[in-house]
């Protein structure tokens, strides 16, 4: 059984969770970088330590956001300058094809 490791997370320690939301929503809720900028540079992040189902829980809010493939492939394709190949391979082909799909 694969489980959702953020609901594991706040099933097994809700008040740190609920924490960990706030700081997001404040961070998310800062006027400084528009909302698909900032969901392009989560799925570069993410992309940046091979966390697969980061980025494809981050490309559907990309994509609200109006981000283009183009721009999402980028976002993927430009950590392989630091982080090497293995966050480009292993999360470009699902984050394409949810692109695809549409």
């Known amino acids: 059984m694969d489980q959702n490791p953020m609901e594991v997370f706040q099933k097994e320690a809700p008040e740190v969770a609920r924490a960990f939301n706030s700081l997001i929503e404040a961070i998310v809720s800062s006027p400084g970088l528009d909302g698909k900028t ?7 992040m993410k992309a940046s330590m091979g966390d697969e189902r980061a980025v494809m829980a981050h490309v559907p809010m990309a994509m609200q956001c ?4 183009d721009e999402v492939r980028d976002a993927i394709i430009l950590t392989v300058t630091v982080s090497g190949v293995r966050g480009v391979v292993s999360c470009l082909p699902g984050a394409m094809a949810l692109f695809d799909k549409t």
């Open 66 to 69: 109006g981000a283009t493939r």
């Open 38 to 44: 900032k969901q392009l540079i989560y799925i570069a």
